[in-house]
């Protein structure tokens, strides 16, 4: 079982930026592929942004290209979404979700966080 936790969200105007935090469990983090997916109200979970286990890689939704970034360090079982250049429709709570297997090609991992509200004002 690897517990997950987020923290970081919070109310902030349109053009600032955020930093996501998700600390997740286990001895084997390094091989953990790790991924962001979002919930805005009303609207399905979508897929924001991963990144690998192997050297590290990183994917992103076009609707973030560019204006965020995922990082991870693994000595602290830590990943990371700087999120710079907020808009309004950014606003969702974002989760953090962990293959733990690090299955290939990738695959929505089978353990959530609880959410972290993320809300910008226009």
């Known amino acids: 079982q690897v517990q997950v936790v987020e923290s970081g969200g919070g109310l902030v105007q349109a053009g600032a930026s955020l930093r996501l935090s998700c600390a997740a469990s286990?001895?084997?983090?390094?091989?953990?592929?790790m991924a962001w997916y979002r919930q805005a109200p009303g609207k399905e979970r979508e897929f924001v942004a991963r990144?690998?286990?192997?050297?590290?890689?990183?994917v992103y939704s076009d609707s973030v290209k560019g204006r965020f970034t995922v990082s991870r360090d693994n000595a602290k079982n830590m990943v990371y979404l700087q999120m710079d250049s907020l808009k309004p429709e950014d606003t969702a709570i974002y989760y953090c979700?962990?293959?733990?297997?690090?299955?290939?090609?990738?695959?929505?991992?089978?353990?959530w966080g609880q959410g972290t509200q993320v809300t910008v004002s226009s």
């Open positions: 286990g001895r084997t983090f390094s091989s953990y592929n």
């Open positions: 979700n962990v293959d733990a297997a690090g299955r290939w090609p990738p695959v929505i991992g089978d353990y």
């Open positions: 990144i690998g286990w192997s050297v590290g890689s990183t």
